[in-house]
């Protein structure tokens, strides 16, 4: 089978969905690959890259869509587009199927199978398939380096002969992969970095990437991530104005915003309202990277760069991911070869359209002249938070029995032992002479009641293994010290060797049990 990409017919798409190398990659999975000549030149790729892997160079798009049995491309379909499908073809792109009826319509009446990027399920073993991650890494990313081309001042704060240069404060809303991306970016630019998440459960990740976490006065159980697809559900009406009553607080203080916040098949919810705006500094920068949707600021406009009268400018570009068309067309391509490998398990250049696969059936929206859209929730869960389940107290008899279980069952434990141990020096004492069990005795008396010393010494303040090796020690500088006395110049030097060396482990010990009290003090 054939695998073609055409030119994007969007005005102003860079991007391409298929790059040389993940040309390469799909050979190798059995397929012939085809492009459209100058589909990949907006972002960097010539054609003679192209033919140099061995991929056919198409002259025009109605050519490359009669030839192959697979299209991957961009964007959502153009009609024009969709009108060239056939039976037996397979489209792959971003789709919008819950906003694209009619293009549903026109893919299902023609029997063409569909695959959606975007319906890709956040689930562990699709992570390498899942473009909309990998495009809003991307945005992230490029709504740092945009607010930076328009902020009139450094990130990271500097004292020069010239004077203090004070490190500029960014706000980062919503802590999904964007904000994760431009909340990595910031910090490593130096600027002092706040991130609000309705996810309380993400506070860990934002600050292991060097943030302040923007905490809320408000108890709300939220809806954990994973039940809603990877997704923030939607707030109730009480948290949303203690939300933006936070906002309020910070908006005179940061210099930067970038909006993230995005729930699927709505539009974006408003976060950051007139009288915020109002309330920045000049020269302050909002990027909204929920312009698409309608923004989360109020005076976002989609495609555009204004300034207000106060002197903030919001930029409501849509086009984040392809301004970074050469990077954004390696990974794109990359999901896309991905999703191949698993419509190819034996590599033999056929599709194997498998529906009861979690990941293509979710990703699926017209399959075989009909409408699959909207999946059935995926078989494999995204991980949750785990609930701890509810410890039951224990009643006073409850606890009274088990230590009486315990009681008895130690008992029974040391009798046996007892019992055993009388049964083998009775044993001995059958076949061994005299001289030999009185030193015997002395032995296992010895091992008995120096195990007893050991194990019974209090670890406060010290890990047990420390504690134990401090009691050998202790015995052992005993055993030394009665030694000492002894008539034999060697038994002298090896009982003096002894307390030097168990007089090391123990000390040792202590100082090193000090160290590592050390390091969990403040101060």
């Keep these: 089978m054939k695998i073609g990409t055409p030119r994007e017919i969007f005005e102003g798409e860079a991007r391409v969905a298929m790059t040389p190398a993940s040309a390469q990659q799909l050979m190798k999975l059995g397929y012939e690959c085809a492009i459209e000549k100058g589909a990949g030149v907006a972002a960097g790729f010539s054609d003679n890259a192209y033919k140099e892997v061995g991929v056919e160079v198409i002259g025009t798009a109605a050519a490359l869509w009669k030839a192959c049995d697979i299209v991957a491309k961009v964007r959502q379909p153009e009609e024009v587009e969709l009108k060239r499908l056939t039976k037996e073809k397979t489209l792959i792109s ?81 802590a999904g992969v964007a904000g994760l991306a431009a909340i990595g970016t910031s910090t490593s630019l130096g600027a002092i970095t706040y991130a609000f998440d309705v996810r309380p459960e993400v506070a860990e990740q934002v600050e292991s ?13 939220q809806q954990d991530g ?129 529906m009861e696969d979690d990941v293509i059936r979710g990703a699926t929206v017209t399959f075989e002249g009909e409408i699959t859209f909207p999946p059935p929730p995926p078989k494999v869960q995204a991980i949750a938070a785990q609930k701890k389940p509810e410890v039951k107290e224990k009643t006073p008899e409850e606890l009274r029995a088990e230590e009486a279980a315990a009681f008895k069952a130690q008992t029974r434990q040391q009798v046996t032992l007892l019992a055993v141990g009388g049964a083998l020096m009775l044993g001995v004492g059958l076949v061994a002479p005299a001289s030999f069990m009185q030193h015997f005795i002395v032995f296992v008396l010895a091992v008995f009641v120096g195990f007893q010393v050991i194990w019974n010494v209090s670890h406060s303040l010290h890990t047990p293994l420390m ?27 090896l009982a003096a060797a002894s307390v030097f060396m168990a007089g090391i482990n123990i000390f040792g010990g202590f100082l090193v049990t000090r160290r590592m009290l050390a390091m969990f003090q403040k101060s």
Excluded at 100 to 107: K, P, T
Excluded at 138 to 160: C, D, P, S, W
């Design 209 to 221: 990437m060097g943030a302040e976490f923007v905490y809320l006065d408000f108890e709300e159980e």
């Design 94 to 174: 971003f789709f919008n199927p819950a906003g694209n009826d009619a293009g549903m319509e026109l893919a299902k009446s023609k029997g063409a199978n569909v695959i959606a990027m975007e319906m890709v399920p956040r689930i562990s073993r699709a992570q390498k398939m899942d473009a909309l991650s990998s495009m809003a890494n991307i945005a992230g990313y490029r709504a740092v380096i945009e607010a930076g081309n328009n902020f009139g001042r450094f990130f990271t704060g500097q004292i020069t002969a010239a004077g203090k240069v004070p490190p500029a404060k960014v706000l980062v809303v919503g």
């Design 226 to 354: 994973a039940a809603s697809g990877g997704y923030a559900a939607v707030s109730s009406p009480e948290f949303r104005e203690a939300q933006l009553a936070k906002f309020r607080e910070l908006a005179p203080e940061v210099d930067i915003v970038i909006t993230t916040a995005l729930i699927p098949n709505r539009e974006a919810p408003e976060l950051w309202t007139e009288d915020m705006v109002a309330s920045m500094k000049p020269g302050s920068v909002i990027v909204d990277l929920a312009a698409e949707k309608g923004g989360n600021c109020k005076l976002t406009k989609a495609d555009e760069k204004i300034v207000t009268d106060n002197g903030v400018t919001i930029i409501g570009y849509t086009d984040f991911p392809s301004r970074m068309a050469s990077q954004s067309s390696t990974l794109y391509a990359t999901n896309i070869r991905h999703m191949m490998a698993d419509l190819t398990p034996e590599k033999d250049g056929q599709v194997v359209h498998d």
């Design 467 to 493: 504690a134990v090796t401090n009691a050998i020690s202790s015995i052992i500088i005993l055993g030394a010290l009665m030694q000492i006395g002894s008539s034999s110049a060697l038994v002298i030097i």
